[in-house]
Every structure is written in C-alpha cells, then in structure tokens.
C-alpha cells in the first residue's frame, strides 16, 4: 500500500506564498514521476506541474514563471513552491506519484488534498 500525504496549504494574500508538501510512505523503493494536480471550485481537476525521475519538469500554462516543482528521493518527498499567487489559484491541490515498489511499478497514487486560499 502507497499513502500520500500532502501540507503546506492555508490562506494567502494576491501575491503572497507558500509551500506545499507530500510525503509518500508505504514500503517504497524509489519514486519515479510526481505531480501536482489542482481542482478549483466547480471546476474539473488539472494539471499544474510534473517533474519525472531525470528531474525534467512541466508545467501548466497558467503557472509558469510561478511555481515550481521539486523533489527530495532520500526523503520520498515533492515539494510546490508557489509564488506571487492569485486569487484563481484558489483551489483543493492534490499529489500524485507513480512509484516502484518490491513488486514492481505502482501508479495512480493520491494525497487526501489540502486547501489553498488566495483571498484578499
């Protein structure tokens, strides 16, 4: 079994900062790709960054610039440093990962979200 657990949400003024966290756990041998995913309110789930196991990253549009994407292996955790936010950044941010496990390659794994606010 794979858990992940993200932090770092709050609430944030326009052009304030924060940092989000997710931490896998569960009898892991290595990560491989890790995302960021985001659903705003009343809206569909999106895309907002990735970064693979070579470190290349992708980012949504919508966020570049902005934010930024990164990873500790040692520690199987992704980290989204998020900056000069605004209010559309409002959302539930969800981590995802594929792994490898003892028994092979493991995908589809999701955090619980945790809940950014960007309100004056």
């Known amino acids: 079994q794979v858990q992940l657990v993200e932090s770092g949400g709050g609430l944030v003024q326009p052009g304030g900062s924060l940092r989000l966290s997710c931490v896998a756990s569960?009898?892991?041998?290595?990560?491989?790709?890790m995302g960021w995913y985001r659903q705003p309110p009343g809206k569909q789930r999106e895309l907002v960054a990735r970064?693979?196991?070579?470190?290349?990253?992708y980012y949504a549009d919508s966020v570049k610039g902005r934010f930024t994407i990164s990873r500790d292996n040692a520690k199987n955790t992704v980290y989204l440093q998020m900056n000069s936010l605004k209010p559309e950044d409002t959302a539930v941010y969800y981590c995802?990962?594929?792994?490898?496990?003892?028994?092979?390659?493991?995908?589809?794994?999701w955090g619980q979200g945790t809940q950014v606010t960007v309100s004056s």
């Open positions: 569960g009898s892991i041998l290595r990560l491989i790709t």
């Open positions: 995802n990962a594929d792994v490898m496990l003892y028994g092979g390659r493991s995908g589809g794994h």
């Open positions: 970064i693979t196991s070579a470190g290349s990253t």
